[in-house]
């Protein structure tokens, strides 16, 4: 299958599994808001996918959504096989993606840097 055509599932996959989201999963406890489907990333023979969720929160409550997320899992593959024609439907892995902050603390690094190098030219300085 082509690079091409597996981003296409992937995005296809990431777009239902976000709206299927909304419909499946009626906990109290679940705090939508605070969850997003960053990325799916789909083997390229189309039996697994890793979907990774971006959780806004504390480490426990991070842990609770990704908990939830996990225990419907199953729901959220029928409706997979239910709106999408594919080979087959992938048996989803559902991680927690910790990449924003990792983003959030590389740019907190870099404002610190900044505050420490005010001004790293000296005046009469040349380039």
Same mark, same amino acid.
């Given at each position: 299958?082509?690079?091409?055509?597996?981003?296409?599932?992937?995005?296809?996959?990431?777009?239902?599994?976000?709206?299927?989201?909304?419909?499946?999963?009626?906990?109290?406890?679940?705090?939508?808001?605070?969850?997003?489907?960053?990325?799916?990333?789909?083997? %390229?023979?189309? $039996?697994?996918?890793?979907?990774? #969720?971006?959780? *806004?929160?504390?480490?426990? !409550?991070?842990?609770?959504? +990704?908990?939830?997320? %996990?225990?419907? $899992?199953?729901?959220?593959?029928? #409706?997979?096989? *239910?709106?999408?024609?594919? !080979?087959?439907?992938?048996? +989803?892995?559902?991680?927690?993606?910790?990449?924003?902050?990792?983003?959030?603390?590389?740019?907190?690094?870099?404002?610190?840097?900044?505050?420490?190098?005010?001004?790293?030219?000296?005046?009469?300085?040349?380039?």
């Amino acid at each position: 299958m082509s690079v091409d055509r597996i981003d296409r599932v992937n995005a296809l996959v990431k777009r239902e599994i976000s709206e299927s989201l909304f419909q499946i999963i009626n906990d109290e406890a679940f705090d939508m808001a605070s969850v997003t489907v960053t990325h799916v990333v789909t083997s %390229r023979n189309l $039996r697994n996918a890793r979907v990774l #969720v971006s959780v *806004r929160g504390d480490e426990e !409550k991070k842990k609770l959504m +990704l908990k939830i997320v %996990r225990r419907h $899992r199953v729901e959220i593959q029928r #409706v997979i096989n *239910r709106d999408l024609t594919l !080979k087959f439907t992938p048996k +989803l892995h559902i991680d927690l993606d910790r990449s924003i902050e990792s983003g959030h603390h590389v740019l907190d690094i870099l404002d610190d840097m900044a505050v420490k190098n005010v001004d790293p030219l000296e005046p009469g300085d040349e380039l």
